[in-house]
């Protein structure tokens, strides 16, 4: 139970971050902020395997913040893109 709760916390601390560094309309209020957060933990976990570059998101900490940061980043720049077309 503690453990979904720090990835709560740590999506919202990066989705929160995200939405700040690249400002603009987005969806959602704190709910959607956490699943940016979450997914974009995944998906800079991902980038970072695949490039070596970043490190996975293990746990609470400076690290996974920054790859959790850029994988927010990533996932608001594919929903800006996808919602610009529909």
């Given at each position: 139970?503690?453990?979904i709760l720090a990835w709560a916390l740590l999506g919202l601390v990066a989705g929160w971050l995200?939405?700040?560094i690249m400002p603009g309309?987005?969806?959602g209020g704190f709910f959607v902020t956490i699943a940016i957060g979450?997914?974009?933990a995944f998906i800079g976990g991902f980038i970072g395997q695949y490039t070596?570059?970043?490190g996975s998101a293990t746990g609470f900490n400076l690290g996974s913040l920054i790859?959790?940061?850029v994988g927010a980043l990533v996932l608001l720049g594919i929903i800006r893109v996808v919602s610009?077309?529909?």
């Amino acid at each position: 139970m503690l453990n979904i709760l720090a990835w709560a916390l740590l999506g919202l601390v990066a989705g929160w971050l995200a939405k700040i560094i690249m400002p603009g309309k987005d969806p959602g209020g704190f709910f959607v902020t956490i699943a940016i957060g979450v997914i974009g933990a995944f998906i800079g976990g991902f980038i970072g395997q695949y490039t070596g570059i970043l490190g996975s998101a293990t746990g609470f900490n400076l690290g996974s913040l920054i790859t959790a940061i850029v994988g927010a980043l990533v996932l608001l720049g594919i929903i800006r893109v996808v919602s610009k077309k529909y």
